[in-house]
């Protein structure tokens, strides 16, 4: 485990960031903190299990790592007996680390292997003998329907009529958006999460300003100032130096939505909620109070600002993903499976609004 490794669940027991979880065969190898709990809650939530998830840090996926501790934990999980089935989950690796992975895994790994490599090239991971999934949750089906013996058209089955869904769902919520309205606002506290939204986003609205983009050219000039379509990791370093994560306290990021909500471009508000060991204990109950003043501060304007979030966790944790996604609702929250169809859904209606660059 190498250094800004929030997330890690060794022999069932959580480490900092974490949530709770089936135990189970598939182990997870996870240069991301976010990244491993949205994948680790997707696979629990599906009725299936972890046996480890082994944190090592995004750092360790850089060139000047090298991804020691990414392939050593492969490694291990190649070893344990409780490991039937591996995921690797990643933050956009350096190239040269994502050869030595797949050669590792083309050369030395008997299990069958599930890779999520944001901003990677898939056809590396495929050509190595591995399933490429496209987004966190798909990885987390792959690894179900491998751990439940189930046929992955059930899941791509799920995932096309969801699809539909939120087409129709985005249409309804660009009806009601006044002619100014044609932004998205992404306010992060998972980093990972933060490059998927952004990844998937791109596809459908264009580039996206951030403090930390992913076209060095869209990078923000002042962090604390949105412009267009904007996706803010408050997790980063800029937010954090003197306070907790904001995973933690939410008050940055609360102050950040009211303040969007007072630009009278923005039409939705993206959130992600990420629940278990560490992080925030009521996230619901600070949340509701804050989004509907938000949605107050927009209808004196006689506008309507759609918020879309996303919950990362699972109904064992103990803020309770079924108690969390009540109380977002009641405020008027729009709550989505994963943060991959979030990102879709708010991508959709800023497409309809004319919003895409």
């Not at 991971?125 to 992955?152: D, H, Q, R, Y």
């Not at 996206?208 to 992913?214: D, I, S, T």
């Amino acid at each position: 485990m190498g250094p800004d490794c929030g997330t890690a669940i060794i022999n069932g027991a959580p480490l900092c960031f974490a949530n709770v979880v089936n135990r189970g065969d598939i182990g997870i190898v996870a240069a991301s903190g976010t990244g491993l709990q949205e994948v680790s809650a997707v696979i629990s939530n599906e009725g299936a299990g972890i046996s480890q998830a082994i944190g090592t840090g995004g750092r360790d996926v850089k060139k000047d790592v090298g991804g020691i501790m990414f392939i050593e934990g492969i490694k291990a999980l190649e070893e344990d007996p409780e490991t039937k089935y591996i995921a690797l989950v990643s933050k956009p690796p350096h190239p040269e680390v994502l050869e030595k992975v797949a050669s590792l895994i083309k050369t030395e790994i008997k299990k069958p292997v599930v890779g999520i490599f944001l901003g990677g090239d898939p056809k590396v991971v495929e050509e190595a003998g591995a399933i490429p999934a496209n987004t966190l949750e798909e990885a987390g089906l792959i690894a179900s329907s491998f751990s439940k013996g189930k046929s992955m058209d059930e899941f791509k089955q799920l995932l096309e009529e969801r699809e539909k869904k939120l087409l129709n769902l985005a249409e309804k919520e660009s009806k009601n958006k006044t002619a100014t309205q044609k932004f998205v606002r992404g306010l992060y506290t998972g980093g990972t999460l933060c490059d998927e939204a952004m990844l998937i986003s791109r596809t459908i609205i264009g580039e996206v300003y951030g403090n930390a983009p992913l076209n060095p050219q869209f990078k923000l000039e002042d962090s604390w100032r949105s412009k267009e379509n904007t996706f803010v990791d408050l997790g980063e370093d800029e937010f954090t130096v003197g306070r907790p994560h904001p995973m933690i306290d939410f008050t940055l990021r609360n102050k950040k939505i009211l303040e969007e909500a007072n630009d009278r471009e923005v039409a939705v508000i993206l959130l992600d909620v990420v629940l278990g060991y560490g992080s925030n204990m009521q996230p619901g109950d600070e949340l509701n109070p804050i989004i509907k003043q938000a949605k107050e501060i927009a209808k004196k304007d006689g506008r309507s600002i759609t918020f879309v979030c996303t919950i990362t966790g699972t109904d064992k944790d103990p803020q309770g993903r079924g108690k969390v996604k009540q109380q977002l609702e009641d405020a008027g929250a729009i709550i989505i499976p994963s943060n991959a169809a979030a990102s879709k859904l708010a991508s959709y209606i800023v497409k309809n609004l004319g919003g895409a660059r």
